[in-house]
């Protein structure tokens, strides 16, 4: 459903550039659900805000790669193609729904407001569908709740209103940029298990970014793994946790504190994070492999194709290639 | 080592009053809160926004006032502490911040932010003592002595919450308060710091109250744990005793809600636990009854206390 | 110390119009200082036989009704413009920021400050001034004194919202955990990181300064007329606006370019001051 490939975005001049996000493909099909994981600084919200062409004027601008969605480029669309593909297309949900939401409108308005950018509705028959779209993000009383404010509800009543208004347009992919971090565990696996039906029902596509790697286990069905603006590794879920072929990942997940495990001590990876740019030449994660050797710092690192679904960026993934 | 607790804190209780659509109501922030920590040890409270674990460990180190309740500090009540000995006291009782990006002054070295407590209290005998014990603190969190003249904003969230670190532990302090102190951090960052705390924990033999949202970072370092839910404590136990077997419903609920790495266990679509309550809307009886599955008509009526129901674990329900 | 004078410098690289700003204020103090060795002539001198020349070789801006040399006026009058402009800045801070600060940190007397300080604003700008100005008569020292109260307002008040803001920063209740007082916050935590905000206050207060200041010397009410003042060459070529408009248009252009220069100033400043500041600096008194 959504192609992007070869995604690079850079700062800097057409002459003298650096990639904050370099290279980056992924695919995510019908009924999808793809995990973008990685932690802050590697690029991952930079990668979305490219694909829907949200990057600020004067900042970080796409070098090169497309994404494809029913056989248009998204990214180089003018702005008023992109409205008028009528049902189709994609929406992004974030962190904050307290920023994205207007507080001194009402919900009700606020998702009519998304409805009519897409549909030449009005009068009953728009409240009627805000109604419906609360009603599909299991808001309670949603005909009560159009009335209401934002600073009315609770976190995770706004971040569902917000799932609300990303569906008016009736898109084929939702990109959620970490849309359960700033919410309690409890409130989060109640946002996540909605996300999962609508995935089932609707058959979006949905590009899930976050950091936390136990919601990436529970949600997601594919990972692409994002270290120093690349991707590092893509598997399925079940595969990434249990033979991760990418070092890095591999490291990642031995980090992850687990009370059934009771030794005091965490693994840890040396040293810091590489921002992307950093790391001139070779593996950008080799100074903090434990298996790296010379020709990983000297020379560029092909991909490695370990299986139909599984690549990694490493010359010596931890995985044998399965033909 | 004596029997007497390093910190005892007793029907600790902060309300404050709103207005509410022309109402006037008292919140109970934290409602009866008691607990005790013994030398050495680290007592984990989680829970999640709201519950009060903020305003508790605020409490403990005098940011905000208790309406009931005491606090003792090797057996002195900290309210009621003459000035001389609350000085003493706020050395010895530290707290690292969860913001490692705003709590410290952009202005100042990262010596200087270091040094304030000994600074404040006229400690260093002089230039060539105060930059040795910076020194020490630097190294003992891991960063090299000349990190002392660099700014914060050089440093990244992980540096600067290793400098919350070191500015707590100089001079060295009796408790530290660690509220969320990893909260904003990557998590191989997450991993380092904490490794860093359990390390100066053991060396330094320090006693810790360590506040966090996160059941698996506080299951990590704790070696007791109390689960909190709208201003009360509802379980405490050795941390073991919660993770293998959780008892206070909220405490299921909490444990089962918790993301695990474990890719067998998937989300299901249509769950529905219902939020927590808001603030301003707090029933009487047992807080947690409107969400509770095992809710009986007395939960709705009757706030229960915590009661030992075991050895080292304490329950706040009817119906356990 | 972090930030320092080279950091300052910054926007100014990168906005061509701000050095514009920073080079003509250079030139201005430096027409103050060296006005001796720049003007020409005396500028008191006076030479019938000359008056009302339009600017020409031996007069680049020409003479006034009394043969004075206008160049000449207008550099020495820039000495006025900057100890005015020195002065009513001096004044605001020193009297603004204590009052902003305390009230900050002392809830009970911030009530009042604040009140009083709400009084003294809900006068215009100019009436203020020159009400004092009849309460305490004219002169250079009064006119200081009168145009610094009305812009001890503004500081204050802008100090007080800033220091409401740091003192519930982090860093403030680490140190106030730690058992820092109210002298300690201020010295070490408050103050430094009022600096920024109130470089950029103190650009700004000094444009409109200037634009104070010229009004009541329009008016009679500020330096006496032996004194060089472009707003006293202002008042008296008034009637001369159709005879010889260079008797107004020089010293005009004086105040406007200071002001101006100095709110170019002021604007680049305040973009290098944290962003969380901004809003609370946009609002000024005019």
């Known amino acids: ?323 | ?320 | 110390m972090s930030g320092g004078l080279r950091s300052q410098l910054v926007p100014f690289a990168r906005r061509p119009i701000a050095s514009l700003g920073l080079v003509v204020l250079v030139c201005i103090v430096a027409a103050a200082v060296l006005a001796p060795l720049i003007a020409p002539y005396d500028p008191s001198r006076i030479e019938p036989i000359a008056r009302l020349q339009p600017p020409n070789a031996a007069h680049w801006f020409g003479t006034d009704q009394f043969g004075r040399d206008i160049f000449s006026r207008v550099v020495y009058g820039s000495r006025l413009a900057l100890l005015i402009g020195v002065g009513v800045v001096s004044f605001a801070l020193i009297t603004g920021v204590p009052a902003g600060v305390l009230s900050a940190l002392f809830p009970r007397f911030g009530r009042v400050m604040m009140r009083v300080i709400d009084v003294l604003m809900a006068f215009p700008a100019l009436l203020l001034a020159l009400s004092l100005i009849v309460i305490l008569g004219r002169g250079v020292s009064n006119a200081i004194l009168a145009i610094g109260v009305v812009y001890l307002t503004t500081t204050s008040r802008i100090t007080y919202g800033l220091a409401l803001r740091l003192r519930t920063e982090t860093y403030v209740e680490a140190a106030n955990s730690m058992g820092a007082g109210a002298v300690w916050t201020i010295r070490k935590h408050i103050l430094p990181n009022l600096i920024s905000p109130l470089l950029v206050q103190a650009s700004f207060v000094f444009a409109f300064a200037q634009l104070s200041a010229a009004s009541l010397d329009f008016l009679g009410l500020g330096a006496p007329p032996e004194i060089p003042s472009w707003g006293n060459m202002l008042a008296e070529g008034r009637i001369f606006i159709t005879r010889a408009p260079w008797l107004l248009f020089f010293p005009g252009l004086s105040i406007a370019i200071t002001a101006f220069s100095l709110n170019l100033v002021g604007d680049a400043l305040r973009d290098r001051v944290d962003p969380r500041f901004r809003e609370m600096l946009s609002g000024n008194r005019r």
């Open chain 2, 1 to 320: 080592m004596s029997g007497q607790p390093i910190l005892d804190v007793q029907g600790l209780s902060t309300d404050y009053t709103v207005r509410r659509q022309g109402k006037t109501i008292q919140v109970h922030a934290v409602k009866d809160v008691s607990f005790t920590l013994a030398k050495g040890e680290v007592l984990g409270i989680v829970g999640e926004s709201g519950c009060g674990k903020t305003t508790v460990g605020r409490s403990i180190v005098r940011l905000a006032k208790p309406h009931r309740g005491e606090v003792l500090f090797a057996g002195t009540n900290i309210f009621a502490a003459a000035p001389d000995e609350l000085r003493k006291l706020r050395l010895r009782i530290r707290m690292v911040f969860q913001d490692p990006f705003a709590s410290l002054d952009p202005r100042r070295s990262i010596g200087d932010s270091i040094a304030e407590a000994g600074d404040i209290h006229g400690l260093f005998k002089g230039g060539v003592d105060r930059q040795g014990e910076i020194e020490k603190a630097l190294n003992n969190v891991g960063l090299d002595g000349s990190y002392a003249a660099r700014f914060p904003h050089e440093l990244s969230g992980g540096q600067r919450q290793r400098i919350g670190i070191a500015r707590a532990i100089l001079p060295a302090p009796g408790i530290v308060i660690a509220d969320e102190p990893v909260s904003a951090l990557d998590v191989s960052v997450q991993a380092q710091v904490l490794n860093l705390l359990a390390d100066l924990q053991e060396m330094m033999g320090l006693s810790m109250v360590f506040i966090s949202h996160d059941l698996g970072v506080v299951g990590q370092i704790s070696d007791r744990v109390a689960v909190m839910y709208m201003g009360r404590i509802v379980e405490t136990a050795a941390t073991r005793d919660i993770v293998d077997r959780p008892i206070h419903p909220y405490t299921i609920t909490l444990m089962a809600a918790r993301p695990r790495p474990d890719p067998k266990i998937r989300i299901k679509p249509g769950i529905e636990i219902g939020e927590p309550p808001s603030q301003f809307d707090r029933p009487a009886g047992c807080p947690y009854a409107k969400r509770c599955a095992i809710a009986t008509s007395l939960c709705a009526t009757d706030d229960p206390s915590l009661r030992m129901v075991a050895s080292g674990r304490m329950v706040a329900c009817h119906n356990v």
């Open chain 1, 1 to 323: 459903m959504l192609y992007v490939s070869d995604l690079s975005v850079s700062i800097g001049t057409r002459a003298d550039f650096t990639d904050i996000v370099s290279s980056v493909s992924f695919e995510i099909g019908k009924g999808e659900i793809l995990g973008l994981v990685g932690e802050s600084g590697c690029g991952k919200s930079m990668t979305s805000l490219a694909v829907m062409g949200l990057l600020p004027e004067g900042g970080p601008w796409v070098r090169t790669g497309r994404a494809e969605l029913a056989g248009f480029d998204v990214i180089h669309l003018p702005p008023y193609r992109r409205v008028e593909s009528g049902h189709g297309g994609i929406a992004m949900i974030f962190q904050e729904p307290m920023s994205s939401l207007n507080p001194v409108m009402k919900i009700g308005e606020q998702i009519e407001e998304a409805i009519r950018v897409h549909e030449r509705l009005s009068g009953d028959a728009l409240t009627r569908k805000a109604r419906e779209l609360l009603e599909l993000v299991r808001i309670p009383d949603a005909a009560l709740q159009l009335g209401a404010y934002p600073h009315q509800l609770s976190g995770g009543m706004r971040q569902r209103v917000m799932i609300a208004i990303a569906l008016a347009c009736r898109p084929q992919v939702l990109i959620a940029d970490e849309p359960t971090t700033a919410l309690d565990v409890t409130v989060q696996t109640q946002i996540l298990s909605l996300l999962r039906e609508l995935c089932d029902s609707m058959g979006l596509a949905i590009l899930f970014i976050t950091h936390d790697l136990g919601v990436v286990a529970q949600l997601v069905d594919r990972v692409a793994v994002m270290y120093a603006g690349r991707i590092v590794e893509t598997a399925a879920v079940a595969q990434m946790f249990e033979r991760p072929a990418h070092p890095y990942t591999e490291a990642l997940m031995s980090c992850l504190p687990d009370p059934a495990r009771f030794s005091r001590r965490l693994t840890t990876i040396p040293g810091q994070a590489a921002k992307p740019g950093q790391v001139k030449q070779g593996c950008e994660f080799a100074p903090r492999c434990r298996q790296a050797v010379e020709i990983c710092v000297a020379d560029a690192v092909p991909y490695a194709q370990l299986s139909h679904d599984h690549r990694a960026l490493c010359r010596f993934p931890l995985v044998e290639p399965r033909p």
